[in-house]
T-cell receptor, first 113, second 113 residues
Framework: SQKIEQNSEALNIQEGKTATLTCNYT??????LQWYRQDPGRGPVFLLL?????KEKRKERLKVTFDTTLKQSLFHITASQPADSATYLC????????????FGRGTSLIVHP | KAGVTQTPRYLIKTRGQQVTLSCSPI?????VSWYQQTPGQGLQFLFE???????NKGNFPGRFSGRQFSNSRSEMNVSTLELGDSALYLC????????????FGPGTRLTVL
């Protein structure tokens, strides 16, 4: 069955360091992958989308990579700040005409000052 | 531009009752999706409406239903509530059906007693 895995353990890092979050998937052939940020009690906020034919995408301090061979996406936040503390979700949209997106459970990022 | 709005924000119901949740998408967005978020299952896709038609449906029982009006506003209904229906219900809107970028509302927190 299709499965998305994000590290369930919180990632704790010091301010100024680079945070790297992982999203692994199995039994999927996603057309693209998205990353969202969610703060407690609020809806997810879209951050980045990367398509299957793209290797890397950047937006300000954010960088996403997409390796369809490894079936993995890495999400990087450089020069992290305490305000970056949140839960980060990855979402996959399978190719083949099915537009039902599937979300990972998310990884909590805590940036310490 | 106003964001996605959801009403009510909080709701308490008892088992066996029914509930209707409302979502107003961003102006100009024609696609509205609904999700259920629980600590145990994460974010799960319920259904998606585009131009008043349900285009995709997740794996939820028939007690969960929805509709979309001509102004793109959407409602979802849950009948015969069960304790397990307690969750954060999120609505997301996008320009088209391809989920390129979804904008989520703040959610409705439903508690079933």
């Amino acid at each position: 069955s299709q499965k998305i895995e994000q590290n369930s353990e919180a990632l704790n890092i010091q301010e100024g360091k680079t945070a790297t979050l992982t999203c692994n998937y199995t039994n999927y052939s996603p057309a693209y992958l998205q990353w969202y940020r969610q703060d407690p009690g609020r809806g997810p906020v879209f951050l980045l989308l990367i398509r299957e034919n793209e290797k890397e995408k950047r937006k300000e301090r954010l960088k996403v990579t997409f390796d369809t061979t490894l079936k993995q996406s890495l999400f990087h936040i450089t020069a992290s700040q305490p305000a970056d503390s949140a839960t980060y979700l990855c979402a996959l949209d399978p190719s083949g005409g099915s537009y039902i997106p599937t979300f990972g459970r998310g990884t909590s990022l805590i940036v310490h000052p | 531009k106003a964001g996605v709005t959801q009403t009510p924000r909080y709701l308490i119901k008892t088992r066996g009752q029914q509930v209707t949740l409302s979502c107003s998408p961003i102006s100009g967005h024609r696609s509205v999706s609904w999700y259920q978020q629980t600590p145990g299952q994460g974010l799960q896709f319920l259904f998606e409406y585009f131009s008043e038609t349900q285009r995709n449906k997740g794996n939820f029982p028939g007690r969960f239903s929805g509709r979309q009006f001509s102004n793109s506003r959407s409602e979802m209904n849950v009948s015969t509530l069960e304790l397990g229906d307690s969750a954060l219900y999120l609505c997301a809107s996008s320009m088209d059906i391809s989920y390129n970028e979804q904008f989520f509302g703040p959610g409705t927190r439903l508690t079933v007693l």
